[in-house]
């Protein structure tokens, strides 16, 4: 269940910052309606799906020795920091928002980053059968 | 009860070389890692691991004004079946994209520890 709810809000998080990528004109106006509407209500669900992620790998015990949700999730979060980048880019670029939206941005990409690095790590079954090995001989 | 904290050779050399980048924060990093034996459970869990809890600790440098999003991080086995934790991994955050790197770092430190262990 909460798998599958978590599944769901990277979706959401991934439609939401494409479909706010690709609706970029060339007026300044409407993009900064549209990118305003991203930042209340994409980057809310991105903080809840990050959110989600972290809880059910907090609560992940016994019955999960695979590191398949991790693998799962690599490629949605590595999808969502590149968006992110993208997005910032043409920020600096444009200069449409001010500096506290952009960094309010960067600073959601730096948690996604993370996500991506920890996703990446745990998905590497030769790491983690070496450090069930290191904590066997601890 | 405090869980024994181990620290490996491999950890302590990649330890020292964060103390000559920052000597300012020798004594801020040591007390974090010194922490680490009253709260094993501090920072990000890696998920795969079974019971084991491989965890992720983020510190900030604030005497070289870096907050948490690009300061240390110090990945982290904690063993609660044997109450033992190990600090396996210290580095400074690099820029976004490098998880390639962090990687690579973890494989050569896990290679060093299995050396070092019986």
């Not at chain 1, 991934?14 to 993009?31: E, M, W």
């Not at chain 2, 974090?32 to 900030?60: H, Q, T």
């Amino acid at each position: 269940m909460g798998a599958t709810r978590t599944i769901n809000n990277f979706t959401n998080t991934q439609n939401a910052i494409h479909d706010c990528i690709s609706s970029l004109s060339d007026n300044p106006f409407v993009d900064r309606l549209r990118l305003y509407r991203f930042l209340f209500l994409g980057e809310l669900r991105g903080r809840r799906a990050m959110h989600a992620t972290r809880q059910l790998w907090e609560e992940c015990e016994q019955f999960c020795e695979n590191g398949a949700c991790a693998t799962n999730t690599f490629e949605r979060t590595k999808d969502i920091r590149e968006a992110y980048g993208s997005i910032i880019n043409r920020l600096k670029q444009s200069g449409i928002l001010s500096d506290f939206w952009v960094q309010m941005l960067a600073d959601s990409m730096s948690e996604w980053d993370e996500l991506v690095e920890d996703c990446y790590i745990a998905g590497d079954q030769k790491i983690r059968e070496d450090i069930k090995n290191i904590a066997d001989l601890l | 009860m405090p869980c024994e904290l181990r620290r490996f050779r491999a950890f302590e050399r990649q330890l020292h070389t964060i103390f000559k980048i920052f000597p300012n924060s020798q004594k801020h990093i040591e007390n974090n890692i010194s922490k680490l034996s009253k709260k094993p459970r501090n920072g990000d869990r890696y998920p795969g691991f079974g019971e084991l809890e491989i965890r992720k600790l983020r510190i900030p440098l604030k005497a070289y004004n870096i907050g948490k999003s690009k300061g240390l991080r110090i990945i982290t086995i904690y063993v609660p079946e044997k109450n033992i934790i190990a600090p396996l991994v210290i580095y400074k955050k690099g820029n976004h994209g490098s998880e390639k790197d962090v990687k690579s770092l973890i494989m050569s430190t896990i290679k060093e520890v299995k050396e070092e262990l019986p």
